[in-house]
């Protein structure tokens, strides 16, 4: 697991930047309903796609995150309108916002027990009416049948988190009901042998820790592909919206 404060100062430039930023707020924002007024969005990171938010008028928008050095940049882009906590016990009182986002965070949750908490603190948070949109199958977005996924292929497999029908049958149980999905191109991260490596290098895969001999392994590899530098398509992300039931 990647240290999210230590990866704060690079994590923008090394995800797209803001090109990709406005591919997610944009696809984000045309799942939520014109009457949205306030928008809360869990693991913020940086505030980078966080801020693109503020772009739709008469939208009321806080970031929350538990890394102490992703919420000083996401303040810093915001200023007043994020704080620091934990998307397991959500620093908001009951029915508070009419969406709640978490977008790239349910993949890297412990397993089905914190995925099933945070998205129940997410329903909780909810207005009735609200909506709730998130990322789905992180990992498999990454596979775009380039040589890259070729090579890694046959690495451990990690556990999915994320996938769509199971995160569709938590929302469930928190009484959520689906109400659409959206597609959006992660622009910039496309994989290239030379940047695979350095992030096996790093621990970015979470089976194949730096310096086990099986990683390098993969290493060596991909250093045998052409192109070294030439990135692989962007991968494309699943979005998906649940709504809280109106009240009768």
């Known amino acids: 697991m990647l240290d999210y404060d230590e990866e704060a100062e690079r994590y923008d430039a090394s995800r797209g930047g803001e090109p990709r930023a406005g591919a997610a707020a944009?696809?984000?924002?045309?799942?939520?309903?014109?009457?949205?007024?306030?928008?809360?969005?869990v693991a913020c990171g940086t505030g980078i796609v966080t801020r693109r938010f503020t772009a739709r008028p008469g939208l009321r928008v806080t970031g929350v995150d538990l890394a102490p050095a992703m919420t000083r940049r996401a303040a810093a882009r915001l200023p007043g309108a994020v704080v620091r906590g934990?998307?397991?016990?959500?620093?908001?009182?009951?029915?508070?916002?009419?969406?709640?986002?978490?977008v790239w965070l349910l993949?890297?949750?412990?397993?089905?027990?914190?995925?099933?908490?945070?998205?129940?603190?997410?329903?909780?948070?909810?207005?009735p009416g609200g909506v709730y949109?998130?990322?789905?199958g992180k990992a498999a977005s990454h596979n775009v049948g380039s040589d890259i996924d070729a090579v890694?292929?046959?690495?451990?497999?990690?556990?999915?988190?994320?996938?769509?029908?199971?995160?569709?049958?938590?929302?469930?149980?928190?009484?959520?009901?689906?109400?659409?999905?959206?597609?959006f191109t992660g622009h910039g991260q496309g994989r290239s042998p030379r940047r695979t490596i350095a992030d096996l290098r790093r621990g970015w895969f979470m089976t194949l820790p730096p310096g086990d001999p099986l990683a390098d392994g993969f290493a060596d590899r991909l250093a045998c592909l052409p192109d070294q530098d030439r990135?692989?398509?962007?991968?494309v992300f699943d979005l998906r919206a649940f709504r809280k039931p109106a009240a009768r």
Do not use: W
Not at 86 to 95: C, G, I, K, Q
């Open 152 to 183: 890694l292929a046959s690495r451990p497999p990690s556990p999915v988190r994320d996938g769509a029908a199971d995160v569709t049958a938590c929302a469930a149980a928190h009484g959520l009901l689906p109400a659409g999905r959206a597609r």
């Open 107 to 127: 993949h890297l949750l412990s397993g089905p027990d914190e995925v099933r908490r945070v998205i129940g603190e997410c329903a909780r948070v909810l207005r």
């Open 231 to 235: 990135p692989r398509p962007d991968p």
């Open 86 to 102: 934990d998307s397991r016990r959500l620093p908001v009182r009951d029915a508070a916002v009419d969406a709640v986002v978490s």
């Open 26 to 41: 944009d696809a984000v924002l045309a799942l939520l309903p014109d009457t949205t007024r306030d928008l809360l969005d």
């Open 133 to 136: 949109v998130t990322t789905v």
